[in-house]
């Protein structure tokens, strides 16, 4: 099964069975075949570790770069390693610069946004503050136009006088 499908996962659960076998050369020949096996399985993971950051330079976005991330981090072999890593690290840098660019557009964008939003209201309300027009056309008089007592002044506008008025 492991040689049709080959992956770490499997040659590790092969590998764990093999422990578990007493007969000295049964056991011999199947570590054999995992010694083939592990490398089946490194080509394999370096393979497709290769083609991963090969798509994440291709697509500059954070979900191909963290699948490459996590497919260079399981190599074995230090060297291809540590090359794919330095590559993934220049994909970051791009990520940030692309990120950064996007925020700064954003910031912009929203700051027009909200000005062109104030000035609508102002506008608004520019157009519609309106005083309403008095219906009284006549001037206002605030004091009382003759020295009249305030019984006079109660029966001119209430057309009766009681004990108020008069004290």
Known sequence: ??????????YESAETLVSYI????????????????????????ETNAKSSVECAE???????????LEKVTILTNEELKDSLL??????????TDIEQEKYQTFKVFNYILITVIIGFIIYIY???DKEFPDKFNQSYLREIPNHYSP????????HTINSDSVS
């Open 58 to 68: 291709d697509n500059l976005e954070y979900y191909w770069y963290e699948n490459a």
């Open 126 to 128: 520019r157009l519609h």
């Open 86 to 95: 330095e590559r993934l690290d220049i994909v970051k840098e791009t990520l």
């Open 22 to 45: 007493t007969d000295y050369e049964v056991k011999k020949e199947y570590q054999k075949r995992l010694e083939e096996l592990n490398v089946i399985v490194t080509n394999a993971e």
């Open 1 to 10: 099964y492991c040689y049709e499908f080959p992956s770490r996962y499997c």
């Open 151 to 158: 019984s006079t002044v109660t029966y001119l506008f209430k």
